[in-house]
């Protein structure tokens, strides 16, 4: 696995525009495709999105491989693991009732 840190550069939009950026945290496979993401938006809604809750009404796990070069290139940067972890389960999240 490998960890990453992007902030965005947009907001969603429409009804949610107000959120303001967001700083997703991925968690990438071997294969390139993330099994765990985190959202974080400047007005403090935090959602999250792995194979048990893949897509709601806010949003949706990325469903595209994340290459690591393209993302660096993006301006992501690496993170470790267990700051990932951390942010995962330390979060008071908007779009999961057991969370």
């Keep these: ?3 990453y840190r992007h902030r965005s550069n947009e907001t969603l939009g429409g009804k949610y525009d107000h ?6 945290l991925y968690e990438i496979g071997d294969n390139g495709y993330p099994t765990r993401q985190l959202e974080s938006f400047d007005i ?3 959602l999250k999105y792995d194979q048990t809750h893949p897509k709601d ?3 949706w796990l990325e469903d ?3 290459d690591h070069d393209e993302l660096l290139d993006l ?4 993170i470790s693991a267990e700051w990932f972890e951390k942010c995962w ?5 908007l779009n999961r009732d057991n969370d």
């Design 1 to 3: 696995m490998r960890y």
């Design 19 to 24: 959120w303001g950026l967001c700083t997703a």
């Design 44 to 46: 403090g809604i935090v």
């Design 57 to 59: 009404k806010y949003g």
């Design 64 to 66: 595209k491989a994340l």
């Design 75 to 78: 301006g992501a940067e690496e």
């Design 89 to 93: 389960t330390s979060f008071k999240v």
